[in-house]
């Protein structure tokens, strides 16, 4: 990895990828459940994917099988999922070194969630917090299965490509314990197949807070309008909710989480866009007010979104190009996934289809 800079460090420590050879592969997903990214999505994972992509070999999905275990719209999901692929090109992911994909379009994921699912306790799978937090709404009796179920679905997806690090925001810490657990089950009730990975959240901007409710986590869900910038809303209305952010009793700009939410995940946000420590702003802070500190990030704000959202745009009017990425995400996806899980079929004991295409390795 290149040099991390405050805002770039992650929990785990990452080695060099290997000198020589493939590189080692990362992988991460993100639901299109929205018509833009938003704030937490980029800071907090999205970001990553990019630097990740020079030294690691990414695949990156739009993940439209979790998206429909909740309440959705047919013709709008699909125009998300393009709008999702679009705006990962827009922020840099380069298509030449990262596979992007659909996630419906690789249906080894389905597969082996089936295989992980045999594995998983109801209990277990009931455990899952943001299960408990969305299922909570209508009463987990209305839920679907899907939605107990996907973080199983979501282990699939990860350990078929037997990546190295997981690229995620904080919120799917109990996700990736869950997907390494159930690596590590299959591997010691079968034979060792699956690598486990390591998730890769970084420390400062691993949850994003809500700018109405900065103790909350910014979310498409949960957030009120006021509390959640679009990557693709119109930058003037960007500027605007940085402006009304809720800021925090006192006047003075500290980073202080416990006393000064609201003003440190202002400062979050602007030293993750400005690659300035957090000590540096302070220090030319101090002595200026609110008003002030927020102005100028609104500024800072519009600088960012304004040519994310060009491109986007632009992206957007060629469809025949989105679609011919998606292509060749697809295929290379395909082969890694189907490769993983003839292996995985062959340990379980299903009969291979195709007798001559068994596993390298039988043990
Ligand atoms: N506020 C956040 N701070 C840091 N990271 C975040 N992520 C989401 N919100 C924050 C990370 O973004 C990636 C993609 O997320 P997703 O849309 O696939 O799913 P999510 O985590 O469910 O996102 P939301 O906005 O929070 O959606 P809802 O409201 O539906 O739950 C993930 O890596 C996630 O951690």
Same mark, same amino acid.
């Given at each position: 990895?290149?040099?991390?800079?405050?805002?770039?460090?992650?929990?785990?420590?990452?080695?060099?990828?290997?000198?020589?050879?493939?590189?080692?592969?990362?992988?991460?997903?993100?639901?299109?459940?929205?018509?833009?990214?938003?704030?937490?999505?980029?800071?907090?994972?999205?970001? /990553?994917?990019?630097?990740? /992509?020079?030294?690691?070999?990414?695949?990156?999905?739009?993940?439209?099988?979790?998206?429909?275990?909740?309440?959705?719209?047919?013709?709008?999901?699909?125009?998300?999922?393009?709008?999702?692929?679009?705006?990962?090109?827009?922020? =840099?992911?380069?298509?030449?070194?990262? @596979?992007?994909?659909?996630?419906?379009?690789?249906?080894?994921?389905?597969?082996?969630?089936?295989?992980?699912?045999?594995?998983?306790?109801?209990?277990?799978?009931?455990?899952?917090?943001?299960?408990?937090?969305?299922?909570?709404?209508?009463?987990?009796?209305?839920?679907?299965?899907?939605?107990?179920?996907?973080?199983?679905?979501?282990?699939?997806?990860?350990?078929?490509?037997?990546?190295?690090?997981?690229?995620?925001? &904080?919120?799917?810490? /109990?996700?990736?314990?869950?997907?390494?657990?159930?690596?590590?089950?299959?591997? *010691?009730?079968?034979?060792?197949?699956?690598?486990?990975?390591?998730?890769?959240?970084?420390? &400062?901007?691993?949850?994003?807070?809500?700018?109405?409710?900065?103790?909350?986590?910014?979310?498409?869900?949960? @957030?009120?309008? *006021?509390?959640?910038?679009?990557? %693709?809303?119109?930058?003037?209305? @960007?500027?605007?909710?940085?402006?009304?952010?809720?800021?925090?009793?006192?006047?003075?700009?500290?980073?202080?989480?416990?006393?000064?939410?609201?003003?440190?995940?202002?400062?979050?946000?602007?030293?993750?866009?400005?690659?300035?420590?957090?000590?540096?702003?302070?220090?030319?802070?101090?002595?200026?007010?609110? =008003?002030?500190?927020?102005?100028?990030?609104?500024?800072?704000?519009?600088?960012?979104?304004?040519?994310?959202?060009?491109?986007?745009?632009?992206?957007? &009017?060629?469809?025949?190009? %989105? @679609?011919?990425?998606?292509?060749?995400?697809?295929?290379?996806?395909?082969?890694?996934?189907?490769?993983?899980?003839?292996?995985?079929?062959?340990?379980? =004991?299903?009969?291979?289809?195709?007798?001559?295409?068994?596993?390298?390795?039988?043990?």
């Amino acid at each position: 990895m290149s040099s991390a800079s405050p805002t770039t460090q992650p929990e785990v420590s990452v080695p060099a990828a290997a000198a020589g050879g493939g590189r080692p592969r990362v992988l991460s997903g993100i639901q299109p459940t929205a018509d833009s990214f938003h704030f937490g999505n980029y800071l907090g994972a999205l970001r /990553q994917w990019v630097d990740l /992509q020079i030294d690691y070999q990414p695949f990156f999905f739009i993940a439209d099988m979790h998206a429909i275990t909740v309440d959705y719209d047919p013709l709008v999901l699909r125009e998300r999922t393009l709008r999702a692929a679009a705006q990962l090109l827009a922020m =840099g992911v380069d298509p030449e070194r990262a @596979s992007i994909f659909v996630q419906s379009q690789v249906p080894a994921h389905a597969q082996g969630a089936w295989v992980l699912q045999c594995l998983t306790g109801v209990g277990e799978a009931r455990r899952m917090t943001q299960f408990k937090d969305k299922s909570a709404k209508g009463g987990e009796g209305s839920a679907s299965v899907g939605l107990l179920t996907y973080p199983i679905l979501q282990a699939a997806d990860i350990l078929l490509y037997r990546p190295y690090y997981v690229p995620v925001g &904080a919120d799917q810490r /109990q996700h990736l314990e869950l997907t390494r657990d159930l690596a590590q089950r299959f591997n *010691s009730r079968y034979k060792k197949t699956f690598r486990l990975p390591e998730p890769y959240i970084l420390k &400062a901007t691993g949850k994003i807070g809500d700018l109405q409710e900065p103790t909350a986590k910014m979310s498409k869900s949960a @957030s009120s309008p *006021s509390g959640i910038i679009e990557m %693709l809303d119109e930058p003037t209305l @960007s500027a605007k909710k940085i402006r009304s952010a809720v800021t925090d009793s006192g006047s003075e700009i500290r980073f202080d989480p416990e006393e000064k939410p609201g003003v440190s995940n202002l400062l979050t946000i602007y030293s993750a866009l400005t690659q300035r420590s957090v000590p540096d702003l302070e220090e030319e802070y101090t002595g200026k007010g609110y =008003g002030d500190f927020k102005k100028d990030l609104a500024e800072v704000v519009i600088d960012f979104v304004t040519p994310f959202r060009d491109r986007t745009l632009e992206l957007l &009017a060629d469809q025949a190009y %989105l @679609s011919e990425i998606l292509r060749q995400g697809r295929e290379r996806a395909n082969e890694v996934a189907e490769a993983t899980l003839r292996d995985v079929y062959q340990r379980v =004991g299903f009969v291979a289809a195709d007798l001559g295409k068994g596993p390298a390795s039988i043990g």
